[in-house]
């Protein structure tokens, strides 16, 4: 059966929140089994906030979390990094309230985690095998999860030129999230540059941490991939649904965003009707377990 895992050193990152732009440390800690990923506010005598739905505070331009009156923001691509890998239990460490944007993607979260590599732990994880279809639509939004026998995803965005209709179906197996997800980055358009930062956000947003777009292209080329804007989107969703704690089935996604995602998430976690708890017997894995097999993932009834 497929374990529990954590890392198997700290790792360490320092940098600027992408909306306070305020300096940040932080740091990523191995955890026991059954922990969950959890913040810890080191500024703060190290008040905890568990990375749960119920703690979702903001959700506009980032995923926040906030519990008894303590804010941990911009939770999204540590959280879209550790789901990606296949971690279950770590503590995370900040000593501000958002965590670093570093290069605006996931992929220094992943690189750190293949570096000291991943421990399997002796818990059995637990999936969440989805009974029935949840669907939401706000107007010409759409976000919904149906059953199926894998996590995968099918996300769709409609941007102003110049990124326009973009789509892309990602199956979470294998190698899958580190090639394909893990370097997009976020992005942004010039001309809102200015609104963001009287309503203060983006302070920390830098062409070193973003895409930038003007009415004419990227400011700051070459993109990583041509549909890069697309597979943000997907990182982001990965990073909101990990506040469930469980991989799930096959999500549908029209052109949603952090505050849909999280509505996907309280959803589920207060309907127990919507989904039932399973092991699965085998689960490809990234190159970080040097174990992957010729197999499919078989969902048993716990």
């Known amino acids: 059966m497929v374990q529990e895992q954590t890392i198997r050193e700290p790792i360490s990152f320092s ?4 909306h306070s732009g305020a300096a940040v440390k932080m740091r990523v800690l191995p955890a026991p089994v059954g922990t969950g990923i959890c913040f810890r506010r080191v500024d703060l005598e190290g008040f905890s906030i568990e990375a749960v739905g119920r703690n979702v505070a903001k959700v506009s331009y980032a995923t926040s979390l906030m519990k008894r009156g303590v804010l941990i923001s911009t939770t999204e691509h540590a959280l879209s ?33 293949h570096r000291v590599g ?6 059995q994880r637990v999936y969440w095998r989805i009974t029935r279809p949840v669907e939401i639509v706000e107007g ?7 059953p199926a026998d894998h996590y995968s995803i099918s996300y769709t965005i409609d941007f102003p030129r110049p990124i326009g209709l973009q789509t892309f179906d990602l199956d979470l197996t294998g190698d899958a999230y580190e090639s394909q997800i893990a ?4 992005f942004g ?8 930062r009287n309503m203060g956000l983006i302070r920390g947003a830098s062409e070193a941490n973003a895409i930038v777009l003007t009415d004419a292209g990227v400011k700051n080329g070459p993109l990583r ?11 982001d969703l990965i990073g909101d649904l990990a506040l469930l704690g469980h991989r799930i089935g096959k999500v549908v996604a029209n052109r949603a965003g952090h505050a849909m995602h999280t509505a996907l998430v309280s959803r589920l976690l207060r309907d127990h009707s919507l989904w039932d ?6 689960e490809e894995t990234s190159r970080s377990l040097k174990e992957a097999e010729e197999a499919a993932p078989a969902f048993a009834r716990s």
């Open 15 to 18: 940098g600027v929140g992408l």
């Open 81 to 113: 990094a550790l789901m990606g890998t296949g971690i279950d239990n770590a503590i995370i460490e900040l000593d501000q309230l958002e965590l670093p944007i570093l290069d605006g993607s996931a992929k220094p979260f992943l690189d750190a985690i």
């Open 118 to 123: 991943i421990k399997r732990q002796r818990r």
């Open 140 to 146: 010409d939004k759409f976000l919904a999860v149906y």
């Open 183 to 186: 370097p997009a980055r976020t």
């Open 189 to 196: 358009f010039l001309r809102d540059e200015g609104a963001l």
């Open 225 to 235: 991939f041509p549909d890069e804007f697309v597979r943000h989107k997907i990182l």
């Open 277 to 282: 708890e399973a092991h699965v017997s085998y």
